[in-house]
Each structure stands twice: as C-alpha cells, then as structure tokens.
C-alpha cells in the first residue's frame, strides 16, 4: 500500500524502483489536474542568492517552474504541478520517503545546517549523469562539481531553498 499526501492508504498505484514504496499524491491537496497522478520523486534544491527567507522562497519557485529536466507535462498540467516548497508540503512525515525528516522551507548556506543540507545533496548527486536534484535561481542544473564551487564563490547571502519533486501520470481516460 502507498500513502497518499493526506496518509491515507491507497492501493499500488505503480511498482515501487526500490525497496520504498513509491508514495502517491493525490485528492483535494494537491493541484495537479483531475485524473493526474502525482508520485514522489525526491527531494529537490535551490542555491539563490537572497537575504530574506521569503524572497529566497520566491525566487525558488521560479527557478523550478523552469528548471533544467522538469518532468514532461500531461494535457491540463502545468510547471507548478511538478514541485511543492518544503513549507507547502502539507503532507505525512518526510521520514516515511526519506531519511531528511524535519527539513527546513529555507536555510542559510553559510550555517551549520546549511553546509549539512549541502554536503549531504553533493554527496547523492551522480556527477557523471544529468542531475536534477540542485539548480541555481535561474533554474540550471549544475552540471559539475566545479561549476557548483565557482556559484558558491561567486553569490554572498545563498539561500538553500528545499522542494519536493513530483512525477506526474498521464491523465485517465
């Protein structure tokens, strides 16, 4: 059985691609359309450079409405679909789909739990496939481990912005 955001029980939608089961998303909490599916994906993050939670949280959401490898679209679904922040994740506990349990809508990059959030993103990022996991405000992937160090030297005042991703079904029909 998968858990639904509101943890309700739900028959399988789907096979689960690992030992966890796939948690499907769906009823009156979330947006996508009638007869869509949405299926966490992962947790997914955003480096902006912002001095305000709000602000970070702002341009957050733009970055994932355009990101680099958004899951494709059904018919009546839109780029908001596709993601929830951290803080509009209204939905059972984190720790049943991942082990970050308790994550924060936005932190600093420069504290403590910033550098752990980071360290712990690097670290599951397949550097040598397309990642989909940590983009800048703009929406680009980054594509290296280089190229993450040299946005990190550049920017003062980074925001880790945190999202769920979602992987949306085609609609019934």
Not at 9 to 32: H, I, L, N, R
Request: glycine residues 8%; negative net charge.
């Amino acid at each position: 059985m998968d858990r639904d955001r509101r943890g309700d029980s739900t028959p399988d939608a789907t096979p689960p691609s690992d030992d966890q089961p796939t948690p499907q998303v769906g009823g009156p909490t979330t947006s996508a359309p009638a007869g869509v599916t949405a299926y966490l994906d992962d947790i997914i993050a955003v480096l902006v450079p912002a001095d305000h939670p709000a602000v970070s949280q702002a341009l957050a959401t733009g970055a994932l409405k355009h990101r680099d490898g958004r899951p494709s679209l059904p018919d009546g679904a839109s780029p908001e679909d596709t993601f929830d922040l951290v803080r509009d994740f209204d939905a059972f506990d984190l720790s049943e789909v991942t082990d970050w349990a308790n994550l924060p809508n936005t932190t600093p990059v420069d504290s403590p739990l910033g550098e752990k959030l980071l360290g712990q993103i690097r670290g599951v990022i397949d550097w040598d496939r397309e990642q989909t996991l940590l983009y800048d405000q703009y929406g680009n992937a980054f594509e290296t481990p280089t190229a993450l160090g040299s946005y990190l030297d550049e920017h003062d005042d980074l925001r880790l912005v945190l999202a769920v991703g979602y992987l949306l079904s085609e609609p019934d029909v």
